[in-house]
């Protein structure tokens, strides 16, 4: 029951830019909740990414950036590196729903 | 530092109610904003968040899984209990405890996250 709509993939070569999207709607990002960002490796948990719309943790390289506008979201990876091969997922608060939301994820693949 | 660990069963039949624990550390429900949340992951699919308590004993269920949903929390153990009733298969899944920082009086990330833990549901 995702409410928050990810592209399914994106790749890239080593030193490209990629960009996630994370569309929403007037309930959760349009309402003015912040965005998150998790990584995910196969078998492990989740890491958070960015918090915040655009914050990150220390010891997150500022390669990984986020924006926000109405009610989509991105992440950002320059100088994209082999280590970065894993799945990002987007989370938001609903009003409607009033409770957490995360994103259908996308599989980001260097090429 | 703050950790989570998730412990239950790793196989519940169909029907039967399943339990989880998070034991966490490095916080407390004593401080007021603490909130422990719990989400999960089928097999080869998107992150679930399914429920939420905070220091104050409020809560917050996902509204497609409420009525099958309870959580509490045990303070002095730093713990919090899920429980899931009524399973079924498409309830296999690793189910994984978090921290959440709460951000306004409503919304907050999960900056701490358990290892998970995987259930399968099958007779």
């Known amino acids: 029951q995702s409410v928050l709509t990810q592209s399914p993939s994106v790749s890239g070569a080593p030193g490209q830019r990629v960009t996630i999207s994370c569309t929403g709607s007037?309930?959760?990002?349009?309402?003015?909740?912040?965005v998150h960002w998790y990584q995910q490796f196969p078998g492990e948990a989740p890491k958070l990414l960015i918090h915040?719309?655009?914050n990150r943790p220390s010891g997150v390289p500022d390669r990984f950036s986020g924006s926000k506008s109405g009610t989509s979201a991105s992440l950002a990876i320059t100088g994209l590196q082999a280590e970065d091969e894993a799945d990002y997922y987007c989370?938001?608060?609903?009003?409607?729903?009033?409770?957490?939301?995360f994103g259908t994820g996308t599989k980001v693949t260097v090429l | 530092q703050i950790t989570l660990k998730e412990s239950g069963p790793t196989l519940v039949k169909p029907t039967q109610t399943l339990t989880l624990t998070c034991a966490f550390s490095?916080?407390?429900?004593?401080?007021?904003?603490?909130?422990v949340g719990w989400i999960r992951q089928p097999p080869g699919k998107a992150l679930e968040w399914l429920a939420l308590?905070?220091?104050?004993?409020?809560?917050r269920f996902s509204p497609f899984l409420r009525n099958r949903l309870t959580i509490t929390k045990d303070t002095s153990k730093n713990q919090v209990v899920l429980t899931m009733t009524n399973v079924d298969p498409v309830d296999t899944a690793t189910y994984y405890c978090?921290?959440?920082?709460?951000?306004?009086?409503?919304?907050?990330?999960?900056?701490?996250w358990g290892q998970g833990t995987l259930v399968t549901v099958s007779s």
């Open positions: 978090a921290n959440l920082v709460p951000r306004g009086a409503f919304g907050g990330f999960f900056d701490y």
């Open positions: 490095g916080f407390s429900f004593n401080t007021s904003g603490v909130g």
């Open positions: 007037s309930s959760n990002i349009g309402a003015g909740f912040d």
């Open positions: 989370q938001s608060h609903d009003s409607s729903l009033s409770g957490y939301v």
């Open positions: 308590i905070y220091w104050d004993d409020d809560k």
């Open positions: 915040g719309t655009n």
